[in-house]
């Protein structure tokens, strides 16, 4: 099982490289809306314009989902990243979907979350890619004071940054990525994106993200 893992994330990393949802860049490094100085860009909203790459994400994203929260009563997706594929999901899987905005709508209901979750509802949460995890979190602990059961969450990518883990462990929350950050370069490395010499200093960037290039 943990070879057929690695198998999909090799291949899901490959996917991302391929139609560029997923750049590296060492010599202009991309600056985030954080302020962070960064070699990577990721935007995985691009992949739905791949049909083979979308069907394939969504595909093993529903294996995630029933494998690891079989009790799964509702998908929750994250604005903007998470809706789409966490709506192609649950209508594969037959369950109802809603999504969680980043902030209360200014206007009319003010909602945040837009669907409808029920007192205890068990519910995952779908994330395109998860960096610090805040905004992550934030989606579940909106769903959590709405009365639904967050039984976790899964995503497309994640960073592997260690204050991540650290947030999700803390809040009680299990996460499964398809792909993280080390099977990406090791991806790139083999397609000759990057160079043996180029792999220490992006390593070094998701160690430290906030103070790496400064």
Known sequence: MQIFQQQVANNVAGFLLDCQAVKLNLKQPYVWASGWKAPIYTDNRVTLSFPQVRTYIKNQL????????PTVE???????????QGALAADEIGIP????????????????????????????????LIST??????????????GAEVLGMVSVFTYGF??????????????????????????????GIIKDKDIATLEQWRKDPANWGN
């Open 133 to 146: 995890g805040k905004s992550s979190l934030k989606a579940v602990e909106a769903l959590q004071e709405a």
């Open 97 to 128: 979907f809603v999504y969680v905005r980043s902030e209360a709508k200014g206007h009319g209901l003010k909602n945040m979350i837009e669907g409808q979750v029920h007192e205890g509802q068990k519910v995952v949460v779908v994330e395109d």
């Open 74 to 84: 509702c998908i929750a997706g994250v604005a903007t990243g998470g809706i789409p």
């Open 62 to 69: 529903i294996s995630l989902i029933v494998n690891n929260f």
């Open 162 to 191: 260690p204050q991540a883990w650290e947030a999700f462990e803390k809040a009680g929350i299990q996460c499964f990525p398809l792909t993280d950050y080390l099977s990406l370069l090791a991806t790139a490395l083999q397609k």
